[in-house]
């Protein structure tokens, strides 16, 4: 199993420009979420969703849009990017239903930089 | 979700125990205790929960205090690889899925 991939894993973008942060896991995991990290903080959560054709807000939703048209898939769209928005960040899954045992799994992160 | 508390960081040397306490003082009877660490540009990884009883896993143990107001994630043996920031969470589990509010967790570098 790959667990969660993200892609890209490096990204550059001008303010103003968007894109799609991909998000994508082959343990069908329901649960599936999006969490950004900024410099020194811990993380906090976007956007998550608990299968597929339904999403709902996090903690720091604005200037993100996502959607789950699949069980594995959850990409997270910029917009329009702002510089506030560089950060790291990771998606996570996890398998819903099997009761308190086990942990999220975590992908190995994007990190995008806004200028 | 109840408060947690860590010391910022924290030093061991390596093939000692490794010691990592958490305050929870207003643990709910429902909330688990969560342990995550993160490897220095990784994604976070998941390492042990327990609900009251202490737990033992091939990674660590997790010290619950009877009152379930603190608690202790026992690396027993630590390795230079250990070195990370580690992440106490306490959460209501539940089956529709739940969000993990990190903090900024303990710093802990392992010396030679």
């Known amino acids: 199993n790959a667990g969660v991939t993200q892609t890209p894993k490096f990204q550059v973008l001008k303010t103003g420009q968007s894109m799609t942060l991909q998000c994508a896991q082959d343990m069908n995991h329901e649960y599936m979420s999006w969490y950004r990290q900024d410099p020194g903080m811990g993380l906090r959560l976007i956007h998550y969703s608990v299968g597929a054709g339904i999403t709902d807000q996090g903690e720091v939703p604005n200037g993100y849009n996502v959607s789950r048209s699949t069980t594995e898939d959850f990409p997270l769209r910029l917009l329009s990017a702002a510089p506030s928005q560089t950060s790291v960040y990771f998606c996570?899954?996890?398998?819903?239903?099997?009761?308190?045992?086990?942990?999220?799994?975590f992908g190995s992160g994007t990190r995008l930089t806004v200028v | 979700d109840a408060k947690t508390t860590q010391p910022t960081s924290m030093d061991c040397a390596e093939g000692r125990a490794a010691n990592l306490p958490c305050n929870h003082s207003?643990?709910?009877?429902?909330?688990?205790v969560y342990w995550y660490r993160q490897i220095h540009s990784q994604g976070p990884q998941y390492i042990i929960h327990g609900l009251k009883n202490n737990e033992t896993n091939e990674m660590a143990s997790l010290i619950i205090t009877e009152d379930r107001k603190s608690s202790t994630l026992i690396l027993p043996h630590a390795t230079l690889r250990d070195t990370a920031v580690y992440y106490c969470?306490?959460?209501?589990?539940?089956?529709?899925?739940?969000?993990?509010?990190f903090g900024k967790g303990t710093s802990l570098l392992v010396t030679p």
């Open positions: 207003t643990i709910s009877g429902n909330e688990y």
């Open positions: 996570a899954s996890i398998k819903l239903g099997q009761g308190p045992n086990y942990g999220y799994t």
């Open positions: 969470i306490v959460r209501v589990n539940s089956n529709s899925g739940y969000a993990l509010n």
